[in-house]
């Protein structure tokens, strides 16, 4: 990606325009990786350590997300920005913040954006004892034993890259470096040899000079390396400056972005934009979404490809129980032959052999028999077998059609899932799925801290916007409606069936829940239950303060007083 030196010494020239001197008001975490800076001025700094796609730009506009939440406001929110710079050649980038008191004491802090890949991290480290006070993602040591990131631990900078500074470095140096990569080509060379040089750097500089970056590195010419010297001195120390470019592949989708306008790269497949930060965010929005379709995608056929799977096992098994039930018919020819020929059988007989009026050749059919039981309870005892196959073959070929339909429409999921290319389709496509019963639930539920420990209830809210919480075992289902749950709060089970405690929390609002809303918490505790999969449950409600635990009861154990009754069906809300 196009995180390289040159980039990272544009992007720090614009962030200085734009933010330099502004006053923090805000500092919000949207996910693990993820955190915004808000100014007073309206600018937005969106940081990203994902290990798959780090990222620092000016956003257009503030990120807004449900799990958004202060992180480090104490050290962040009012905070000046004094100064951003580069930490030498590195794919780091170091913003110097002040905050005042109301007394007028001083703090400054360094917000450090590491940009190294799968390392990539967001770390607070305290200027005066250069100690971390936080960092988005904490390094324990067995995580690593050589550089833990944790709070109150020192602060260490990426290791060093042993590779050339075009700033500090000479021509001699950079031949005899260039030259030690013999055989590999002269990108792979230039990326292993200078610093802070990325492969969309390495393909320019050797294309403005002249040069083919698939030519090998030891056949080189004295003056083509003093041409890719000399452009590689002129841009790391005149790096571009207000603008960017976002590169595309032949399919339409970005693959890369840039400081500077890519020569090599043909017009079609190249957009310049305003600004860095337009094309990174750009470029940024593109490849999540892309990541997002792709492991949805990936879900639903490994969901897809299981159920598939044992739908096929079902049909093997279902076609051998076919085949043994299709000998029903033999033992309804032997009973009948057997009442047919009551005179020539005698009690005692281990076998009789009789001739089969119903074969075309009427040859002789030999016949089974229980010597302690009579000609006729022989037949009987035939005839009972051929009704209990019989009855059984029409329940297996019906479960046979029934699976042979499921597969089929599973496969038909397959193949709809490989053609749809928009993300809202292939979600649409989830919740049906799910609606089918052929994918699992996933729900994400924030932790609670409560005296009873952490639980981490499932959590909805309704479509009027009352939150609802779900139990998810015996337990948990304890401390939500006991301990959790306030006395004006409304509980809800399904009736005569074993299930989650639901509960509907007022959260300070005086209005009584509409019908609505009622019928939709009642939904979740039907849905949530052994009933699930019937078309109307039974759904008893009340105040959480008329529910009680009897002494002695297990857990999720409760009775309830002044109870409503709701006929619902059983249905999901949104989380």
Known sequence: MGFDCITIRSLIGELRSQILGGKVEEALQADEHSLLLEFETGHNLAIRCSPHLPAIFLASSPVSSPQQRPWQSSYLAGAVV??????????????????????????????????????????????????????????TRQMNRFRQILPRVAYLPPPPQSRLDPQTGSLAEFKEMIR????????????????????????????????????????????????????????????????????????????????????????????????????????????????????LRQYIFTSLNKALLSCRGK?????????????????????????????????????????N????????????????????????????????????????????????RRAEELEGYCKQAETLTDYADLLALRDELIARGYLKIKVKAKRKQTKEGNIAPRRYLTSTGWTVLVGR???????LTLKLAAPDDLWFHAQGSPGSHVILRREGRKDEPDRVTLEEAASLAAYWSKARGSETVPVSYTLAKYVRKPRRAGPGTVTISREKTLFVKPRLLSP
């Open 82 to 139: 004094q100064e951003i710079e580069q930490m030498g050649t590195d794919r780091v980038i170091r913003l110097r913040l002040e905050k005042r008191s109301r007394i007028g004491t001083v703090r400054q802090v360094f917000l450090i954006v590491e940009l190294t890949g799968r390392n990539s991290n967001l770390i607070l480290v305290d200027k005066d004892s250069g100690l971390i006070v936080d960092a988005l993602r904490r390094v």
């Open 180 to 295: 030690a990569h013999g055989e590999q080509t002269v990108a792979d060379a230039l990326v292993g040899t200078v610093a802070g040089m990325s492969r969309l750097t390495a393909h320019e500089v050797a294309f403005s000079s002249g040069v083919d970056w698939e030519e090998k590195a030891a056949s080189l010419s004295e003056g083509k390396l003093s041409r890719l010297w000399r452009n590689i001195c002129s841009l790391y120390r005149h790096p571009p400056a207000g603008g960017g470019f976002i590169i595309f592949d032949s399919q339409g989708s970005p693959v890369d972005f840039s400081s500077f306008n890519p020569s090599w790269v043909p017009a079609g497949r190249k957009l310049q934009v305003s600004s860095l930060s337009k094309a990174v965010e750009y470029f940024c929005s593109r490849r999540l979404e892309a990541q997002r379709k792709e492991q």
């Open 315 to 355: 049909l093997r098994h279902l076609q051998r129980e076919l085949a043994e039930a299709q000998e029903a018919e033999t033992f309804k020819i032997k009973g009948e032959l057997l009442m047919a020929n009551l005179g020539q059988i005698r009690k005692g007989q281990t076998e009789a052999k009789l001739s």
């Open 357 to 404: 009026f119903y074969d075309p050749q009427g040859q002789e059919l030999s016949i089974l028999l229980d010597p302690e039981l009579s000609p006729v309870e022989n037949a009987q005892q035939y005839f009972r077998r051929y009704r209990k196959l019989s009855k059984g073959r029409t329940i297996i070929e019906q479960r046979l059609s029934q699976e042979q």
């Open 473 to 479: 075992n015996d337990r948990e289902n304890d401390i």
